[in-house]
Structure formats: structure tokens, C-alpha cells
């Protein structure tokens, strides 16, 4: 029997047919890879027909590719966008280039919108002959929302600095000035286009700091501290100097690098000559009230002296020593006895006032028991109130309550408050003393139900010369110095006194003195 053998394929044919394979696996590995990218993969010829897409272009159009291939764009879109792709398709040619586009596509299979950066490039063939035009599409849409809430956002800062009353400035890393508003230039005297890419400490700096602010800059630029807030000096196009105070922000690039750093200023120039204005004002009223209180202590030395005299001489006239006087004389010495007095007072307190003033009135404290001086101060002034019909009534917490004060400042604060309730009330009136501790401080109370005190009034009362009813014609008689001696004494123990009354029904002073008094520094 005669073997059968089968003619083996030729030597080119086997090249050929493994060629083949290679380009098949090649061809099926480069489809593999077009389709997974995240990209639109189109080919069209010279004439727009489609030769080929990837399965995400394919969600475009909402068709497969076998149903893509052979067509055009007016197949799948309107006329004014097919119009379109058409345009871009032949500017490819025609400049023998990429050409970059940003396009807002809608997908055919959802309906959703997505903006696309293309890229459209001329292709050919290993002759050298054009094939068509190769498109790729990135999805930038979220790019876009970005880069549109950055520029809203600039939008507003940039609205924001031009409208507010203060500098605004950004300057680079080598100190130009990048960014100025309107405010700035309006200060400066200068136009945009003569300052803007200006160096600042060449333009803006006078020469004295130029060197001290250039290196805070340099040094901030360096990754070094930069002060978030600082005052100093700019120059205007006219050379006025105008003090700005800085708050100051650096800016980094991705790499956490300093590159800018932004200004907000005020201008405080104003500010601080109207300080330092006020500030000698306050040095002159304080030298001027020195010399005020200087005047009036020597002042009342030299008045007391003589008057003390016509006091005495008057009170022996009364008591007689020189001899009998009638009635008439009797009357006339009184009365230069009781205007004598009432001058001395005034120029006692007059004296208080100077020597508080002028930081030379001695606190002296030492404990004491405070029902036995109030009741002390009740006898010696109940002859005042009995000439009224006044009953003055006693409220003490305890008959044991012990304080550090000093006497003769206390007994005074208690006389003033005391005479003036009688002085403020009706005939058959009542005032009423009443004391507690509350928070280890002394309360007094010194209550009437005289005539009361405006609200106008309250806010003035324990100022010097001020008084209830202080019009020419006023009915009651008074310096106003009583009440303004005896905050500066409560004080002067640590405490405080307000006073709370209503016209026509009454008025309540109060005041506290701290038990730890004794170490109050004065």
C-alpha cells in the first residue's frame, strides 16, 4: 500500500500566516486598550465618514460601532452641531496640526452633559497619504466647575477688596506688586499701569525701613516666620508718608512653598496723630490740674488763717468776754459767726479736693466698731433734724460689727450723707440708717422720703459743684463739693456708692467699704 503525504506550505506562506496572528493579537491588545480608557476614541476620514470609535464614544452616539462606521455626524446630531464637528474636522486638515477644542456634548444612551477638551490630529498612512482625522475626547467637567467656582470666587474677593476702606495688595516672591485696589490707589496717588510689576520697597518704602521690611519679606518667602500683623510707614507719589497698620497672609504652591504673600492695611495715620494728640491734652489737663489744686491748697491756707480769726473773735463776742451786747449786735455776730463757719467748710472740702487731687491726702485706717461711730455721728447731728421734726431710725446688722476704716474720712462721709437727707427733706420727715455685710462688704444705707433726684441729675451728682437743683434761684444752699468728697473718701476705702431715687417720693444713697479696707492702696 502507497503512503498518502500532504504538500508542505511554502516558506512565505507560513511567514504570512504567523504575520497574520501577530497583527490579529496586536490589533486585539490595541482594541483592548482604546476601549478601556476613560476617553472618546474616534477616526474619520478626510470626508467625515466614521472608520472607527471605542466603546465610550459609542455611549455617544447611543450605537454600536458597526453601526457608526460608514456614516457622518449628521446621522447622529443635529445639523448645527454636526455643522460644527465638520468646521473643526476640516481646520485639522487644513493646518496640518493638532488642534485643541473645548466642546459641551450630550450623551445619546443617558442624556447626561459633559464638557470635553478634544484632540483632533491628522492621520496617515506609512505612505505618507492623509487618512482622516483622529479624535480624542477627555471628560473636564468636573475641571470646569472648578475652574467656574474659582473664578466666581476671585470674582468676589477682587469685588470685595474694591469696595472696602482699606489697602489691599499681593506681592510676588521677588516683592513686585501683582495686585493693588482701588483704595490703595486712591491713597498712594498713583495709576494701576505706573505700580502694577513695580518693585514695592523700591516704590512704596521709605529709604529708613526699606532694609528692616525687605528682609521680614525675604525671610517669610524663605519658609521663615512672617508677623500677621505690622505697622509701618508707606510713601505716596507726592512724598507724604501715611502709617498703615498690616495684616498679612502667605501663600503656598502645591509643593508647600511660599510664593505670594497678601496685604490688608489701614490707614491709621489719622488715628495715631489724633493719640498722640489727645494723649498731650490729657499731660496738659493733668499738668493744669496740678497747678488748679497748688492754687487752691495755698489758696485756702492763706484764706483760712484770717477767717479763723473772725470766728473765734465772733464766738467771744457771743460769749460775751468783751463785754454785754444787745440784741441787734447779738443777731449780727451770729450771723457773721454762721456765714464764717459755712465759708471755713467750704474751704475745707476745697482743700480735700486739691490734696485728693493732687495724690497728697493720707488714708489712715484702723479698726473700729461701726455701730458705736454711727451712733456716734447720729447724736451729733440730730439737732439738725429735731430743728426739722425729723426722726432719723437705726437698722445695724450687729452690734459687734467690726471694720478697718479711717474715722475722720468715714465719720465725713457719713455727715454728708446724713445732713443732706435732712437738708432734702420735708419737715416731719423720716431718714433711716441701715447697715449689712454682703459678700464680706460693708453696706450703708442712708434713705429719706425728701424730694428725690432726677434721673438727669443722678448721672452728675458726685461731680464737683453739681447739686440737686442747681439753678441760680435754687431753694436749697450748697457747694457741691459734699457729695463729690465723699465718693473720692469711699473710694479711697475700696468701696463704691450709687444712689437710687425718684422725685418727689425719696432717695437712698449706698455705700460699700471691703472688710480688707486696711490694705487698700490708695
Not at 477767717?307 to 457771743?318: M, Q, R
Not at 448721672?459 to 463739693?481: C, D, H, W
Request: some cysteine.
Amino acid at each position: 500500500m502507497q503512503s498518502i503525504h500532504k504538500p508542505r506550505p511554502k516558506p512565505e506562506e507560513e511567514v504570512s500566516k504567523r504575520t497574520e496572528v501577530m497583527l490579529q493579537k496586536s490589533e486585539t491588545k490595541l482594541r483592548t486598550v482604546v476601549d478601556t480608557l476613560p476617553d472618546l476614541v474616534w477616526l474619520k476620514d478626510r470626508d467625515g465618514v466614521y472608520l472607527n470609535c471605542n466603546s465610550k464614544f459609542e455611549r455617544f452616539f447611543g450605537a454600536k460601532e458597526e453601526e457608526i462606521i460608514g456614516k457622518t455626524d449628521y446621522d447622529f446630531v443635529n445639523k448645527d452641531l454636526a455643522d460644527f464637528f465638520r468646521q473643526k474636522d476640516k481646520a485639522v486638515i487644513d493646518a496640518d496640526k493638532a488642534v485643541i477644542n473645548e466642546e459641551e456634548v450630550v450623551y445619546a444612551d443617558d442624556g447626561h452633559r459633559e464638557v470635553l477638551e478634544t484632540i483632533k490630529s491628522p492621520m496617515y498612512d506609512s505612505n505618507g497619504n492623509l487618512i482622516g482625522v483622529l479624535g480624542i475626547g477627555r471628560d473636564i467637567t468636573s475641571r470646569k466647575e472648578i475652574e467656574t467656582k474659582l473664578a466666581l470666587s476671585e470674582k468676589r474677593f477682587r469685588c470685595i477688596l474694591e469696595n472696602i476702606q482699606l489697602v489691599g495688595i499681593m506681592l510676588d516672591g521677588n516683592g513686585t506688586l501683582i495686585f493693588c485696589n482701588d483704595f490703595f490707589l486712591d491713597l498712594v496717588g498713583w495709576k494701576r499701569e505706573e505700580v502694577i510689576n513695580k518693585n514695592w520697597f523700591e516704590v512704596f518704602q521709605p529709604s529708613k525701613i526699606t532694609f528692616e521690611i525687605k528682609d521680614m519679606f525675604v525671610n517669610a518667602i524663605n519658609g521663615g516666620e512672617m508677623p500677621t500683623y505690622h505697622e509701618n510707614e508707606i510713601v505716596t507719589k507726592i512724598g507724604t508718608r501715611k502709617l498703615i497698620a498690616w495684616n498679612n497672609t502667605v501663600f503656598k504652591d502645591e509643593n508647600g512653598m511660599n510664593i505670594n504673600v497678601a496685604s490688608i492695611g489701614e490707614d491709621i495715620t489719622n488715628r495715631k496723630l489724633l493719640e498722640k494728640n489727645m494723649i498731650e491734652a490729657k499731660l496738659l489737663a493733668e499738668e493744669a490740674n496740678h497747678t488748679k489744686s497748688d492754687f487752691l491748697a495755698n489758696m485756702s491756707h492763706e484764706l483760712r488763717t484770717p477767717l479763723n480769726s473772725v470766728i473765734g473773735f465772733s464766738d467771744l463776742l457771743l460769749e460775751n468776754i468783751a463785754g454785754p451786747i444787745n440784741e441787734n449786735q447779738h443777731k449780727y455776730i451770729s450771723n457773721i459767726q454762721k456765714n464764717g463757719n459755712h465759708l471755713l467748710m467750704l474751704i475745707n472740702n476745697i482743700l480735700d479736693i486739691s490734696k485728693i487731687e493732687s495724690g497728697n491726702m493720707k488714708y489712715n485706717p484702723e479698726k473700729i466698731k461701726i455701730p458705736q461711730i454711727i451712733n456716734g455721728i447720729k447724736e451729733s447731728i440730730e439737732p439738725l433734724a429735731r430743728s426739722k421734726f425729723i426722726d432719723i431710725n437705726l437698722k445695724i446688722e450687729s452690734d459687734n460689727l467690726e471694720i478697718y476704716v479711717d474715722i475722720i474720712k468715714f465719720n465725713q462721709i457719713m455727715y454728708n450723707l446724713l445732713s443732706n437727707a435732712i437738708k432734702f427733706t420735708q419737715m416731719n420727715g423720716n431718714v433711716c440708717i441701715n447697715t449689712k455685710t454682703i459678700d464680706k462688704k460693708l453696706h450703708v444705707h442712708v434713705s429719706d422720703n425728701g424730694i428725690g433726684i432726677s434721673k438727669d441729675e443722678q448721672m452728675t451728682i458726685f461731680k464737683p459743684f453739681m447739686q440737686v437743683n442747681s439753678a441760680p434761684n435754687r431753694e436749697y444752699n450748697g457747694t457741691g463739693l459734699g457729695l463729690a468728697l465723699v465718693k473720692k473718701f469711699v473710694e479711697m476705702h475700696g468701696g463704691e456708692i450709687w444712689v437710687e431715687s425718684e422725685v418727689g417720693k425719696g432717695s437712698t444713697f449706698t455705700f460699700t467699704i471691703p472688710e480688707d479696707s486696711e490694705n487698700t492702696s490708695f
